[in-house]
């Protein structure tokens, strides 16, 4: 049984120009030949007269889509979106609300503190204004993370989000907003 030696290259003769064509992609990434076949292409202006040269691309149709595809262009031709991505935003609008509900809260007790002596009647009507709305905030935080696992369930992994952590966030509006004594 005869040794071949499998890194050296075979040394065989060019026979004709097609073997030449083969030989000069040997050793060639896949891409490069087609950058390099690109290349050729525009020097020779196989690209200068196509439709649509400079205008932009119509990016409307969505490949993606599916059976889906005329559901979803009725609802962006309408000014709509798909059920997810609306549960998304509301989602998003609502912790965009809750927080500056809460901000607002927090800054009506620091005018309070920064009072020389406010008065008794104004920090029981705050003390209760800060129970009201933490019961609240915990409502709707509780309604929020239910509304995140129907997300979770019925839209694509890129558009998940993590539950909100409800207790942490009570704690952080207790922070915010402290009772006065």
């Known amino acids: 049984m005869d040794f071949k030696d499998w890194?050296?290259?075979?040394?065989?003769?060019?026979?004709n120009e097609e073997s030449a064509s083969t030989n000069t992609r040997r050793g060639k990434r896949f891409a490069d030949h087609i950058e390099e076949q690109i290349r050729a292409a525009e020097e020779r202006g196989d690209f200068r007269n196509l439709r649509g040269l400079g205008q932009p691309?119509?990016?409307d149709v969505n490949p993606y889509a599916g059976e889906k595809a005329l559901g979803y262009s009725l609802l962006k031709n309408n000014?709509?979106?798909?059920?997810?991505?609306?549960l998304a935003r509301e989602i998003r609008q609502e912790l965009e609300r809750l927080d500056a509900q809460r901000a607002t809260l927090s800054q009506r007790g620091r005018a309070l503190r920064n009072r020389r002596v406010p008065?008794?009647?104004?920090?029981?009507?705050?003390?209760?204004?800060?129970?009201?709305?933490?019961?609240?905030y915990e409502a709707k935080l509780r309604d929020l993370n239910s509304k995140i696992l129907t997300l979770n369930l019925t839209a694509p992994a890129?558009?998940?989000?993590?539950?909100?952590?409800?207790?942490?966030?009570?704690?952080?509006?207790?922070?915010?907003?402290?009772?006065?004594?």
């Open 7 to 15: 890194r050296k290259p075979e040394t065989q003769p060019v026979a």
């Open 119 to 136: 008065f008794a009647s104004e920090q029981r009507a705050y003390n209760n204004a800060v129970k009201k709305a933490l019961a609240e």
């Open 79 to 86: 000014g709509y979106a798909p059920a997810e991505v609306e």
């Open 57 to 59: 691309l119509n990016l």
């Open 158 to 181: 890129s558009m998940h989000r993590s539950p909100l952590n409800v207790e942490q966030m009570i704690n952080q509006f207790r922070e915010a907003c402290p009772l006065f004594d």
